[in-house]
């Protein structure tokens, strides 16, 4: 069956391949480079159109403002025909997302430089208040957990790193901004420098050891616990300009919803089936799960509103050429998922 779905895959590629010239055929077959003429030759042969946006206007788009895999990814969202040709998809769709796409990754860093503070001043403050915790036995009991996580994936007991030295990794080097705090402080590291040091992943990992070993006040992290790595995934995207909104209507690529996702959506308004189906996107999880996760720990009136002053100009954004999107499966759907939440985030 799988070699069957190969080559109809491989046909009907072909089928397309074959309206265009014998040289750019075989250019694009051994995956050489394309010029921009050649590039739009490519898209046309796709069944890209270009009615909204001129052919024109494309290349000028593709050779000033952005590339054209940047723009190009975005045509997942987008079904296809019997013969692997887009069906009512014309480049201004691929010009629209691109540009919100941009828009919603530095709302993402934003949000996520946000989170990241006000998680690793939750975690300082509970272990400061803890009576019982001198800010060194912590590191070693870190490292335990972390080394026992590392052994159940029977992996090489003797290539496993001490946590101190994975975070700090980056700073030995005397280039690094934080070489002088590592020079100072190598030789009697306490938790608190450590947090200061840790990246949004180490400190993701941080706070699973903290609220599975049940340490003081960790109940107020057990959100953070669950949901603090999918905010991981969205932020790095964004962090290193990938695009987001390039596979954002497929569905089913998780087995079912999270659950604490799922039911803050419905609780601001969103029918159950359709949360069902959408939050089986890893993208939408992610973006849903920073969103939820923004909303729990800031705390800070000016924060939050500046945050939700520019989730409302993204939204009012998106909204802007909507009318273009009225083929497109769940598209309407999607965007009032984001609209109930964005309504219903409080300064």
Not at 262 to 272: A, F, H, P
Not at 273 to 296: E, G, Y
Not at 297 to 310: L, V
Not at 331 to 346: D, Q, V
Request: proline share 2%; with cysteine; glycine share 2%.
């Amino acid at each position: 069956m799988k070699e069957l779905r190969t080559q109809l895959v491989e046909k009907s590629k072909n089928s397309f391949l074959d309206r265009l010239e014998p040289e750019l055929k075989v250019k694009i077959e051994k995956k050489e480079k394309l010029s921009i003429d050649e590039q739009i030759e490519y898209l046309k042969a796709k069944g890209i159109q270009f009615n909204e946006v001129s052919v024109q206007e494309a290349k000028i788009y593709l050779s000033g403002n952005s590339y054209y895999y940047k723009v190009t990814a975005y045509r997942k969202n987008f079904p296809k025909s019997s013969v692997g040709r887009y069906e009512n998809l014309d480049f201004a769709h691929l010009k629209d997302l691109s540009i919100l796409d941009m828009h919603l990754r530095y709302l993402i860093i934003k949000m996520s430089l946000d989170l990241e503070h006000s998680l690793k001043s939750i975690v300082i403050n509970a272990i400061t208040e803890d009576e019982g915790e001198d800010g060194y036995r912590i590191i070693d009991e870190y490292n335990a957990y972390e080394k026992e996580e590392y052994l159940k994936k029977d992996l090489p007991s003797d290539d496993y790193i001490h946590v101190k030295d994975k975070i700090l990794k980056e700073v030995k080097n005397p280039r690094d901004y934080n070489y002088d705090f590592y020079n100072k402080s190598k030789d009697n590291l306490s938790i608190w420098k450590l947090i200061e040091m840790m990246s949004y992943g180490q400190l993701s990992s941080f706070i699973k050891f903290y609220v599975d070993t049940s340490r003081f006040k960790s109940r107020q992290l057990k959100d953070a616990r669950k949901l603090f790595h999918y905010s991981k995934n969205v932020r790095d995207s964004a962090a290193h300009s990938r695009p987001i909104l390039n596979d954002i209507t497929i569905e089913k690529q998780m087995d079912k919803p999270n659950i604490i996702i799922k039911n803050y959506v419905i609780q601001n308004g969103l029918d159950s089936d359709i949360a069902s189906r959408l939050l089986t996107n890893f993208k939408i999880n992610d973006l849903c799960s920073l969103i939820f996760l923004h909303n729990q720990y800031i705390n800070g009136k000016y924060m939050r509103k500046a945050r939700r002053s520019e989730l409302v100009n993204l939204l009012n954004r998106v909204l802007y050429k909507k009318i273009i999107y009225k083929d497109v499966s769940n598209f309407s759907e999607i965007t009032n998922l984001f609209f109930r939440l964005i309504k219903r985030y409080k300064v």
